[in-house]
Structure formats: structure tokens, C-alpha cells
């Protein structure tokens, strides 16, 4: 069954080049990569009509005038996440290390969005991280909390913040969970993404000017992918906020061990080659019947068993 898929670096070794970088900010063929040596930016462009390239890429790259170059090869990756469904692909980042989900009690927050971003971090060896923002709402909390409570029984971590009315202990709480590891933020319009940046990057949006300004698009501040450094160490990369989650690229096999409430009952199946769906025997419908799962959390998994299993058009 062919999928939609996201072109990954190359596992060779990298052609010799003048010079090497990492990718700090993407919009559409065009990329600030900023160079190991002397973190200088270059505007750079992929050789070729198609473009692999996702922020946070270590790349090879020629520099071609002054400020611009031409990257010639993606370095080796650890990891690369993107969201797909059964037409095209979208990239996040490469190389990350945590997954920082920004939710908040006001407006509500899609727990579908919630959950297929869980999924990706299982799927991708990610550490998740929820933030619930805006917990000054006093009234929208308490069904914030019951919402959430499911997905910290399942082990996941969940931190409350008010990035407005108590920043500095925010701050305080949020910063040693990032230090020293490059951590993708994922969230819905909204949440309180840019607040959090900005409190977070004290440069932030002298960083997001100069990038533009390398890129060239200061009218699309708000539409590219950028990666900023933290004070003390590691790395934040921001996405633009996203309505859909397709995870179309994953495997079955992939989309049973990304639920961690599956994992020790999968040999419990009757049939080694169970669907979880219908099947008799199932350990996980027996888990699902005795609430031991929940029916949000299996009818999530059958749809994105579903999704995957949907045919290219051609």
C-alpha cells in the first residue's frame, strides 16, 4: 500500500562541502540556516525543484554571495515529525527531542488534536509535554482539569500555567524541563503560543524580526517555522498553529505501540495478526469493555487505523 510520506535525509555521508549548519527557520524554499562556525545566517535554497528540508536539520550547505547559499545535502537525521494525510505531507522539525503541546482552558482545546499529537510523540520516541495555559479563567479550569485527567493516568505530563498573571513562576516551571534539549511546540491558534515564546526567549521577537528579514517575508511573520535559542541552553522551534493532525504515514504496528494502554495487552490477542477492532479475543476490546481503556482513547486508534488504510487516488 503506497503512503504519503516525507522525503528523510540521507543515511550516507554527507558530500564535502565548505560549509556545514543547522536550520533555523523555514518558508516555503526559502531557509535561514545558521552556520556552525560563526552562527552567521545565510538565506539559503535546496538544489533542486523539491524540497526535503525541515527546521532543524543539520545541513551541508555552498555559499553562493555574500548572505545566501545553496544547500547541498541534509545531513544525517535522528528523527523527522510531520503530519500527513493520503495526498501530501507536512513537515515540523528534525533532530528534536521533546514535544511541548500548548493547550489552554480558554478557548476549549480538540482532544483529537491532543491525542493524534500524543500519538506522533510515541511513534517518534518524543518526551510529551501538555501545558495548560490560562488557568487564571477560574471558571473554564475545573473542566480543563477532568479533561486532562485521563492522559495524566496514562502517565503524561501536565503542567498548569498562567503565562499572564503569574509569568515568572511559569517561567520558573518551564524552563529546566526544556534546558538543554531542542523541543518542538505544537498548538492550536489561541493557546497562548506567542505569549509563551516571548516569555521563554527574551529576544524572541528581535529574532523573529531578523529572520524575516532573511527570509524576506516580513509580511508572513506568523506563517513560518522558526527555531529559537534558550537562555541556558537547547532550543524551542515554533509551528505555525495547525487545525488537522493527519498521521497517515504510520504503520499499524506503529499506531499499537504509540498507545501506551495497548502495549502489555498486545500478546494477549488471540490472533497474532489482530486489528483491535472486531476481532474475538482481542485483549484490547476485552480492556476497552471493562474500562480499563477508554472508548475516546480506542476510537481514536480505529481512526487512525482507518485514515492509514486509505488508498492513494491514482
Known amino acids: 500500500m503506497k503512503r504519503a510520506s516525507a522525503p528523510r535525509g540521507k543515511s550516507a555521508a554527507a558530500p564535502v562541502a565548505a560549509l556545514a549548519g543547522r536550520v533555523v527557520a523555514a518558508h516555503g524554499r526559502h531557509y535561514a540556516v545558521e552556520l ?11 538544489r533542486g525543484k523539491k524540497s526535503a528540508v525541515a527546521v532543524g536539520d543539520r545541513v551541508a550547505l555552498q555559499r553562493t554571495a555574500a548572505d545566501q547559499g545553496v544547500i547541498e545535502d541534509i545531513l544525517p537525521r535522528r ?27 480558554q478557548p476549549s482545546f480538540s482532544e483529537d488534536l491532543l491525542g493524534r499529537a500524543l500519538v506522533a510523540a510515541e511513534a517518534h520516541e518524543l518526551a510529551p509535554l501538555i501545558v495548560l495555559n490560562k488557568t487564571d479563567v477560574a471558571g473554564a479550569l475545573p473542566a480543563a482539569r477532568e479533561r486532562l485527567a485521563p492522559y495524566q493516568a496514562l502517565g503524561y505530563e501536565v503542567v498548569e500555567v498562567s503565562i499572564k498573571q503569574a509569568p515568572q513562576e511559569a517561567q520558573a516551571r518551564l524552563l529546566p524541563a526544556l534546558a538543554d534539549r531542542a523541543t518542538l511546540l505544537l498548538g492550536q491558534s489561541g493557546m497562548g503560543k ?18 524575516s528579514h532573511v527570509l524576506n517575508s516580513g509580511r508572513h511573520t506568523t506563517t513560518f517555522t522558526r527555531l529559537f535559542h534558550l537562555p541556558g541552553g537547547g532550543a524551542l522551534i515554533d509551528s505555525p498553529g495547525f487545525q488537522e493532525f493527519g498521521l497517515h504515514h504510520l504503520s499499524e504496528g506503529q499506531l499499537e505501540r ?19 477492532t472486531k476481532e474475538p479475543g482481542c485483549a484490547i476490546l476485552a480492556a476497552l469493555a471493562d474500562g480499563r481503556i477508554t472508548l475516546r482513547r480506542h476510537a481514536l486508534y480505529a481512526q487512525l487505523l482507518h485514515e492509514s488504510e486509505q488508498q492513494l487516488p491514482w
Request: hydrophobic share 45%; charged share 20%; glycine share 2%.
Open 79 to 105: 528523527n523527522l515529525l510531520y503530519r500527513s494525510d493520503q495526498f501530501k505531507s507536512k513537515l515540523f522539525a528534525a533532530n528534536i527531542d521533546r514535544l511541548l503541546i500548548m493547550l489552554a482552558t
Open 36 to 46: 556552525d562556525d560563526t552562527s552567521e545566517t545565510l538565506l539559503c535554497f535546496p
Open 258 to 276: 504509540a498507545f501506551p494502554e495497548f502495549r502489555l495487552l498486545l500478546t494477549g490477542c488471540r490472533f497474532y495478526n489482530c486489528h483491535h
Open 194 to 211: 506567542s505569549s509563551l515564546v516571548n516569555l521563554l526567549v527574551p529576544d524572541a521577537e528581535a529574532a523573529t524580526r531578523e529572520i
